[in-house]
Nanobody
Framework: QVQLVESGGGLVQAGGSLRLSCAVSGGTFSSYTMGWFRRAPGKEREFVAAISRSGGTTYYADSVKGRFTISRDNAENTVYLQMNSLKPEDTAVYYC??????????????????WGQGTQVTVSS
């Protein structure tokens, strides 16, 4: 049973930073493409960023490009999302996802097999 557990969310002022983590257990982490998604109140879940199995290739939504960085540590079975220059519109529940078949850009929500429970990020103005 593959489990994904996000952490690192919280309340931050606009312009601030947060680092989200997603720990994966129960599977071979290095075989998964990993993605971050978010769902803002009243909106559908949307793609944020994805990273290839080796970590050598990444892809970002235009709305976060240049501000967010996705990375992974295959020795620690963890994927990260460093979020800088946060804006109020970044407020959402952030989810990590994993899949063995999907390849970068890996933007499609329904293509991911495994999901975490989400962590709340709130950016105040």
């Amino acid at each position: 049973q593959v489990q994904l557990v996000e952490s690192g969310g919280g309340l931050v002022q606009a312009g601030g930073s947060l680092r989200l983590s997603c720990a994966v257990s129960g599977g071979t982490f290095s075989s998964y493409t990993m993605g971050w998604f978010r769902r803002a109140p009243g909106k559908e879940r949307e793609f944020v960023a994805a990273i290839s199995r080796s970590g050598g290739t990444t892809y970002y939504a235009d709305s976060v490009k240049g501000r967010f960085t996705i990375s992974r540590d295959n020795a620690e079975n963890t994927v990260y999302l460093q979020m800088n220059s946060l804006k109020p519109e970044d407020t959402a529940v952030y989810y990590c996802a994993a899949d063995r078949k999907i390849r970068i850009p890996a933007m499609t929500t329904y293509a991911y097999e495994y999901w975490g429970q989400g962590t709340q990020v709130t950016v105040s103005s």
